[in-house]
């Protein structure tokens, strides 16, 4: 069973538009989540994280949690080229507070 | 800001090698990780650590050792190196569990 799922991609988009990044979860305790950010041949770089149901709102970014229905999401406003790259959906899950990466999704934003 | 340093970005080593991976943090945080990533498989946890002389194994120990006898230093050993652990490996910290990790840039690690 696949703890944490994203859609598989890729994901095109053009330049000044909306991103949406999906991610569920399965382990309905979970309570920290985190969207990363990975350049091709770079390692992850955080970007966001929730930990409380609703909206949190950084810049062009907004990560939406709900809990109850057990997703996350990425919104990225007025995409640009620049956030071409694949984004990581990470929950910590289970009683030794485990961090779980799903696999990734790829966006690329067209000028 | 969080500096974590990884003392190779590439290395290429052989078959039957042991091999050390060396990790440095310099934010006096408690917890550590090492990862591997590999195309369609994501970055799984390889082994961490809570404290000094503290292990836990990850979800693929397996060929893999690790040493913490100070706070700022996490290594990973390859015991005896072998193709199938040709690899990004990428180290993490810390300083509460539920906080985010943040990242080394990634030792790309070939094995012949």
């Known amino acids: 069973q696949k703890e944490v799922e994203q859609n598989s991609g890729p994901l095109s988009v053009p330049e000044g538009a909306i991103a949406s990044l999906n991610c569920t979860y399965s382990?309905?305790?979970?309570?920290?989540f985190f969207w990363y950010r990975q350049y091709s041949g770079k390692s992850p770089e955080l970007i966001m994280f929730?930990?409380?149901?609703g909206d949190k709102e950084d810049g062009r970014f907004t990560a939406q949690l709900n809990k109850a229905s057990q997703y996350v999401s990425l919104l990225i406003r007025d995409s640009q080229p620049s956030d071409s790259a694949t984004y990581l959906c990470?929950?910590?899950?289970?009683?030794?507070?485990?961090?779980?990466f799903g696999k990734g999704i790829t966006l690329s934003v067209r000028p | 800001d969080v500096k974590v340093t990884q003392s190779s970005r590439y290395l290429v080593k052989r078959t039957g090698e042991k091999v050390f991976l060396e990790c440095v943090q310099d934010?006096?945080?408690?917890?550590m990780f090492w990862y591997r990533q590999d195309p369609g498989l994501g970055l799984r946890l390889i082994y961490f650590?809570?404290?000094?002389?503290?292990?836990e194994k990850g979800d693929i120990p397996e060929g893999y050792s690790v040493s913490r006898e100070k706070k700022e230093r996490f290594s990973l050993i390859l015991e005896s190196a072998s193709t199938n652990q040709t690899s990004m490996y990428l180290c993490?910290?810390?300083?509460?569990?539920?906080?985010?990790?943040?990242f080394g840039d990634g030792t790309r690690l070939s094995i012949l």
């Open positions: 993490a910290s810390t300083r509460y569990s539920n906080q985010p990790q943040h």
């Open positions: 650590s809570y404290d000094v002389k503290m292990k």
């Open positions: 990470a929950v910590i899950t289970g009683a030794n507070s485990k961090l779980t």
């Open positions: 934010m006096d945080h408690e917890n």
């Open positions: 382990d309905r305790g979970s309570q920290s």
């Open positions: 929730i930990y409380s149901n």
